[in-house]
């Protein structure tokens, strides 16, 4: 049995996402499980339902990307 790699995006570009998210959705034993145009929401949701992978834009405007991975945590 394969297991399925959980996959998050966040970025606050919608064609960096998109493009993303096609080429992901390619691959075989991988499931995007969220999809964020902004770090707020993406802590939002991931407090609860952390992801595998989190492919991630450092830099957006307000909260940055080193904002979501310190409020994570490990």
């Known amino acids: 049995m ?3 790699m959980r996959i998050a995006i966040v970025d606050d570009e919608a064609p960096a996402r998109e493009v993303l998210r ?4 390619q691959e075989t034993g991988v499931t ?4 964020f145009g902004d770090v707020a929401r993406a802590i939002e949701t991931m407090r609860t339902d952390i ?3 989190i492919f991630l834009d450092v830099e957006m405007p307000g909260l940055n ?3 979501l991975v310190e409020q994570l945590g490990d």
Do not use: Q, Y
């Open 32 to 35: 995007i499980v969220g999809e």
């Open 65 to 67: 990307g080193f904002s």
């Open 22 to 25: 096609l080429r992901l959705r």
């Open 2 to 4: 394969t297991e399925t």
């Open 51 to 53: 992801p595998d992978v």
